[in-house]
């Protein structure tokens, strides 16, 4: 069902054997492309190749999974890093002493991965009406799915940096592209994403390819993140009305081990095979002289929770589950992660069961970019802000806290707006622990930066909810204004 992931190869074998007949009659003038988009796209093999290297940098799948823990997580409450190479680059978002020189930002960092994504959609958007040798229902979702590739992308360049400049074709590039406005931006993404779910179908037969509920799904993000609540609630709600997705009702201990990643829960996914784009996030997770099988790492990096974090849980709460507190190290000490002072330090989040059938740093557990769960506890939020406490807004987040295991609330529970967004807050943490959305949602809440204060983070100053726009960016376009602060 991740056929899908495979397709990357045939990117990279099309462009060889184009550049190898190239090299043929060299001194031949008349031989000057390797790469004619609109030839290239007839075919759906041709269309699908575009297709999945644009898919592949917006699902940041692979060795990208650190650079969303850099920028999502460590930046936040929950989690944080010690340890490894890796420590130099992780303590720089935990004490908030980032730059516009951090390479997370700029050189194969997540700035260009996503425009590189963008101009692999933007090309097949400006071809994909010339083709001929397919059913106008076949192009219909082709298109549709280059639109919400190309709107996911932007939403997420939007969350690191704020509006970006809006490229929309790979024909006429301009060279210093302004960023847009916020009104511009909001209408781009509202409208693109809009009309990809429109055209996108609820299920497709690829596991990882764009649907319906995922564009909504998206759109739904960027209107609880930019406070539209009403809209929020809606879109949320045509989610829900796909009646496509539910909660996963098996063993939450293993949810995200690779046999349960396919299941109705996830909404948008980034997928994951031991043989290309593999998940290494464990490697990182598991504790000095960990035992582990000899086809697994043990990273030197160690990806921590925080105890105090972990104490806020529900000593019944099944999620309790995800989180490795003991071990017997290869020597046959006893570890106990919840005493700081062990040489482990912290408990682990292992919500990623170790892939039996991993390769190396390569573990095969899809990563969920959106679960249902997530839709449900958006659209209680909204509600919530709307018209505070109330039985819809209780009733969502019940279902969440009734599979975790956890006594449900009654309304009575919040005299005030302000306590069930509280408890939304914690709901959400307890819940999405280590896929990176944390950074977001504690901008939202408009908690971030005093929570990093509060753990010791005393760098964290207000215009810091917003990264910089590379400094590379901005010395190549002198129209290109950098956000306040840096």
Request: include cysteine.
């Amino acid at each position: 069902m991740k056929r899908i992931i495979l397709n990357i190869k045939i990117v990279w074998i099309s462009i060889i054997l184009l550049l190898l007949s190239s090299c043929e009659d060299f001194l031949k003038e008349e031989i000057y492309t390797q790469y004619e988009p609109a030839t290239f796209i007839q075919s759906e093999e041709g269309i699908n190749s575009v297709l999945v290297s644009a898919y592949s940098n917006m699902q940041l799948s692979a060795t990208a999974v650190l650079d969303r823990f850099d920028l999502n997580e460590w930046p936040g409450d929950i989690m944080w890093e010690w340890g490894g190479s890796y420590e130099a680059s992780a303590v720089v978002y935990q004490t908030f002493n980032w730059d516009p020189q951090s390479s997370t930002f700029s050189f194969l960092g997540m700035w260009s991965r996503y425009y590189i994504s963008i101009r692999n959609a933007n090309s097949l958007l400006d071809n994909i009406d010339k083709v001929t040798a397919l059913s106008a229902d076949r192009v219909k979702q082709f298109k549709a799915e280059a639109r919400f590739i190309r709107a996911a992308d932007y939403y997420y360049l939007w969350e690191l940096f704020g509006p970006v400049p809006l490229i929309i074709t790979a024909v006429e590039l301009t060279l210093e592209p302004l960023r847009a406005t916020d009104e511009e931006f909001d209408t781009f993404i509202t409208v693109e994403l809009q009309n990809a779910a429109n055209d996108l179908p609820v299920t497709q037969s690829l596991w990882g390819k764009a649907t319906k509920g995922a564009a909504l799904a998206i759109l739904g993000k960027y209107y609880m993140n930019t406070h539209q609540w009403q809209k929020a609630a809606d879109v949320n709600k045509q989610v829900m009305d796909l009646n496509k997705y539910k909660l996963f009702v098996g063993d939450i201990k293993n949810m995200f081990a690779v046999q349960n990643e396919v299941n109705d829960e996830v909404v948008l996914v980034s997928p994951s095979l031991t043989t290309i784009n593999g998940n290494s996030y464990i490697c990182g997770a598991f504790p000095p002289n960990y035992q582990i099988q000899s086809n697994w790492l043990n990273w030197g990096a160690q990806f921590c929770v925080y105890n105090d974090w972990v104490n806020t849980y529900n000593s019944s709460d099944k999620r309790l589950g995800w989180f490795l507190f003991n071990y017997t190290d290869v020597k046959g000490k006893v570890h106990n992660l919840l005493n700081s002072s062990d040489e482990g330090k912290a408990v682990r989040c292992f919500k990623y069961v170790p892939d039996p059938d991993a390769v190396g740093a390569s573990h095969g557990n899809d990563v969920p970019m959106i679960r249902y769960a997530e839709v449900l506890l958006n659209r209680s939020e909204a509600l919530n802000e709307l018209n505070g406490p109330n039985q819809e807004s209780i009733d969502l987040l019940n279902q969440i806290r009734k599979r975790a295991g956890v006594p449900e609330y009654s309304v009575d529970d919040f005299p005030s707006k302000n306590a069930l967004r509280d408890a939304l807050l914690n709901e959400r943490g307890w819940e999405f622990v280590a896929e990176c959305q944390r950074r977001m949602d504690l901008i939202r809440h408009g908690k971030l930066i005093s929570k990093a204060i509060a753990r010791g983070a005393t760098n964290a100053k207000d215009y810091m909810t917003r990264y910089p726009i590379p400094d590379s960016e901005i010395k190549a376009n002198p129209k290109l204004v950098q956000n306040t602060g840096y």
